[in-house]
């Protein structure tokens, strides 16, 4: 089973930028779709951004165009750049994991798909 820990989160004003990175244990990394998740205080888990084994990848809406999701197998890490943080992007941001995916270049952002998941790395966006 694969260990995940996220770190690089922390507080910024609106705007700014991010880049979180989530560090996975193992030597079986690149079999691994990959995600990321956010949850803020009060509110249900969300669907940030995903990457599949291949490098496909997909992002909600609400982070189109502003966050950036990447992998490197090499150094079994994955990562999330955020940009034009907005005080709406605070959350605990988890990364989340999914072995065993048919395709190499099948991606998916349901949570309900992931089975390893994370510890959390809070995000704070001040305006």
């Known amino acids: 089973q694969l260990q995940l820990v996220e770190s690089g989160g922390g507080l910024v004003q609106a705007g700014g930028s991010l880049r979180l990175s989530c560090t996975a244990s193992?030597?079986?990394?690149?079999?691994?779709?990959m995600g990321w998740f956010r949850q803020a205080p009060g509110q249900e888990r969300e669907s940030v951004a995903g990457i599949s084994r291949r490098g496909n990848t997909i992002y909600s809406d609400s982070v189109k165009g502003r966050f950036t999701i990447s992998r490197d197998n090499a150094k079994n890490t994955l990562y999330l750049q955020m940009s034009s943080l907005k005080p709406e992007d605070t959350a605990v941001y988890y990364c989340?994991?999914?072995?065993?995916?048919?395709?190499?270049?099948?991606?998916?952002?349901?949570?309900?798909?992931?089975?390893?998941w994370g510890q959390g790395t809070q995000v704070t966006v001040s305006s």
């Open positions: 989340a994991a999914r072995a065993n995916v048919l395709t190499s270049s099948h991606v998916s952002i349901d949570s309900r798909t992931y089975e390893n």
């Open positions: 193992g030597r079986t990394f690149d079999s691994y779709m």
